[in-house]
């Protein structure tokens, strides 16, 4: 059907089901029923789950816009708060909203990028709602399982507790740094940046393996940069935080973050890269615990009993993405956007 110039509107809702539905996800136990099968629990497990979605990838202001990317994003975003309670994936539930104008091509596009993103995180697409509107709107439900106690949560940090930050940041903004010309890389390495890009990877692996090991306390995923993150961590638990500003890239990203004069605690601070922040009262074993998976993980600070947040010694006030503020973000203009997230 991707070869054709078929809209969704033309196949109309059964058309879809048989033409491009079914093939897919036939195979799939429940696939046309009115409720998913998720597994048979061979295990004692406490169910946990979570919803959210999608909004504009930035990618997609820095080149071509491709549903590919969305459906990535999607399924990354929500498997991210999976990995934040330390779970094992399920299956997730999407929920697609678009105009009857949409081409099989591009819906086929938006299905790959989900189910690309799913595989790579071992788990599938399990159910979910197809409806026409006005707009596009791309929501996801991801359903998972802890062993009993093992669930991270944003309470349950003490005083003195180390911050740790999981995942390899600035991916993204490097990407933008490049591709707005502010930048320049070998083709090579401006590859393996896009490539990074538009494939964020949640952390299951990391949050999986510190829920078993016990080595951490609470946890949550990096979604609306660094410093939010910390933030709420540190209301959660009425505590403050001192960071120490210093972080290293790696290699490519940090090339790009020279050429730019962007410090790279600045590049690493941003959202986009979907990281975790895990608190510890032992870093150093989290960091064995991780780099036995080799899964990059970075000492950046300490909880305190003082409510302050400080870089250093000085007050930190950093990145933030808050819905329902001036730093919601929804898309818009690239150039600004680069300037306001990194000040070049």
Same mark, same amino acid.
């Given at each position: ?23 897919? %996800? ?9 409720? /998913? ?17 999608? @909004?504009? @990838? ?9 549903? %590919? ?5 999607? /399924?990354?975003?929500?498997?991210? #708060?999976?990995?934040? +309670? ?12 678009? @105009? ?8 086929? !596009?938006?299905? #790959? ?47 003195? #507790? ?11 903004? /490097? ?13 090579? /390495? ?21 829920? !078993? ?34 972080? #290293?890239?790696?290699? @490519? ?9 962007? !410090? ?15 608190? +510890? ?20 600070? !300490? ?16 990145? +933030? ?24």
């Amino acid at each position: 059907m991707s070869g054709t110039s078929e809209t969704l509107g033309d196949l109309g809702e059964r058309g879809i089901q048989r033409e491009v539905l079914r093939p897919r %996800y036939g195979g799939t136990e429940g696939f046309g029923d009115d409720s /998913a099968f998720l597994a048979k629990l061979d295990k004692p497990s406490e169910l946990v789950a979570t919803t959210d979605s999608c @909004p504009t @990838p930035v990618v997609d202001l820095l080149r071509a816009p491709d549903l %590919y990317h969305a459906g990535w994003l999607l /399924a990354t975003i929500n498997l991210s #708060d999976l990995a934040a +309670a330390g779970a094992e994936p399920l299956g997730l539930l999407v929920n697609y909203t678009l @105009p009857k104008t949409t081409t099989v091509a591009a819906f086929e !596009r938006l299905l #790959d990028g989900v189910d690309d993103c799913c595989a790579a995180h071992e788990t599938k697409v399990v159910g979910g709602d197809l409806r026409d509107g006005a707009a596009t709107q791309l929501t996801a439900t991801a359903v998972g399982r802890c062993a009993p106690g093992s669930r991270f949560r944003r309470s349950g940090a003490k005083a003195g #507790d180390r911050l740790l930050l999981v995942g390899s940041p600035g991916y993204l903004w /490097a990407a933008a740094l490049l591709e707005t010309g502010r930048a320049t890389l070998p083709a090579p /390495a401006r590859d393996e940046i896009w490539q990074r890009a538009c494939r964020p990877m949640a952390q299951l692996k990391a949050g999986q393996a510190l829920a !078993r090991a016990g080595h951490a306390r609470t946890a949550m995923d990096v979604s609306d940069g660094l410093f939010a993150t910390v933030r709420t961590l540190c209301e959660a638990n009425g505590l403050g935080a001192v960071v120490t500003g210093e972080f #290293d890239l790696d290699e @490519p990203v940090a090339e790009v973050a020279a050429q730019c004069g962007v !410090r790279p605690f600045d590049l690493a601070e941003t959202w986009g890269d979907w990281g975790l922040v895990v608190v +510890a009262e032992d870093a150093g074993q989290v960091k064995k615990t991780l780099y036995e998976e080799g899964i990059a993980v970075q000492d950046i600070g !300490r909880l305190t009993a003082d409510t302050g947040i400080t870089k250093g010694t000085a007050p930190w006030q950093g990145i +933030a993405q808050e819905r329902f503020s001036a730093g919601s973000w929804h898309g818009g203009d690239l150039s600004t956007l680069v300037t306001e997230v990194l000040g070049v």
